[in-house]
């Protein structure tokens, strides 16, 4: 082989290898930073793994909020209408959140199956509920709604 042409293929190697070390760095890189939405009904069929930040939304629901007396925690559940999530937060929730209310949790599952919120996120006006939530909501209802229709028959 004549020596201009293996200094070509040795670049081209290179070249090739490190394309290819940066892509695989760069996909692991944004791997790590994703936050699946998870549903109530995903908590409680198990797909949530314990201790992987995801982020879990639905309605919150009513006469489930209890303020901590000492200090600024609060636990409450949630639901997409099918199942309930207990979520624990400890920090200053939303002005907007109430009962009822719209809300994606950012956190982490503990092994008692409790959400372990860092941040708490509500709708902002009354026609405005995260996109996630809704769908979740939406395929929920559908959901009830073909359980129903088999049952019937």
């Known amino acids: 082989m004549h020596p ?17 070390t940066a892509v695989g760095l760069m ?30 939304g639905g309605l919150v629901v009513a006469g ?9 925690g609060a636990t409450f559940k949630v639901t997409d209408g099918m199942a309930e999530v207990t979520i624990r937060y400890e920090g200053i929730l939303p002005d ?15 092994a008692d199956g ?12 009354e026609n405005y509920m995260p996109p996630e939530v809704q769908d979740a909501l939406d395929k929920a209802h559908q959901d009830g709604k073909e359980a129903l229709k088999s049952a019937r028959y």
């Open 4 to 20: 201009q042409r293996k200094k070509r293929l040795l670049l081209i190697l290179f070249l090739v290898a490190g394309v290819g």
């Open 96 to 110: 907007l959140f109430r009962e009822g209310q719209g809300i994606v949790a950012l956190g982490q599952l503990n």
């Open 27 to 56: 996909t692991y890189s944004l791997s790590q930073n994703i936050n699946l939405f998870m549903t109530p009904t995903q908590f409680a069929d198990g797909e949530v793994p314990v201790g992987k930040t995801v982020r879990a």
């Open 64 to 72: 489930s909020v209890v303020r901590s007396d000492q200090g600024l």
């Open 114 to 125: 409790v959400f372990e919120a860092s941040e708490v996120l509500a709708k902002h006006d």
